[in-house]
């Protein structure tokens, strides 16, 4: 059974700082890009970051570019997403999701590009 179970999220407030946490289990976790994405009520689904399979690239939506950093860790078999200097247009239920990788250089930044997806977790930013 592929699992994907977020943690970290919770309420803070504006220019605080959060870190995710995504550990997966049920897959070859290094056969895998990984990414986060963003869900606020009302609105699609969006991309917020993502990591390639060897963790050698990442890619940013602009929004979040300068702020949130994202990272994996093969032998604890989680990805990460450190939020800083949040804004309450952050808030959202956040998602981590795998896509199947077959080099080193591939990251997906669309939705339809992932294969496994958690159950989210809430990140709540006030003003």
């Known amino acids: 059974q592929v699992q994907l179970v977020e943690s970290g999220g919770g309420l803070v407030q504006a220019g605080d700082s959060l870190m995710l946490s995504c550990t997966v289990s049920?897959?070859?976790?290094?056969?895998?890009?990984m990414g986060w994405f963003r869900q606020a009520p009302g609105k699609e689904r969006e991309f917020v970051s993502a990591?390639?399979?060897?963790?050698?690239?990442?890619f940013d939506t602009d929004s979040v570019k300068g702020r949130f950093t994202i990272s994996r860790d093969s032998g604890k078999k989680t990805v990460y997403l450190q939020m800083a200097s949040l804004k309450p247009e952050d808030t959202a239920i956040y998602y981590c999701?795998?896509?199947?990788?077959?080099?080193?250089?591939?990251?997906?930044?669309?939705?339809?590009?992932?294969?496994?997806w958690g159950q989210g977790t809430q990140v709540t930013v006030s003003s």
């Open positions: 990591i390639s399979r060897n963790g050698g690239k990442s």
């Open positions: 999701a795998g896509s199947r990788a077959y080099d080193d250089n591939y990251l997906g930044t669309s939705v339809g590009q992932y294969n496994f």
């Open positions: 049920g897959l070859t976790f290094s056969w895998y890009a």
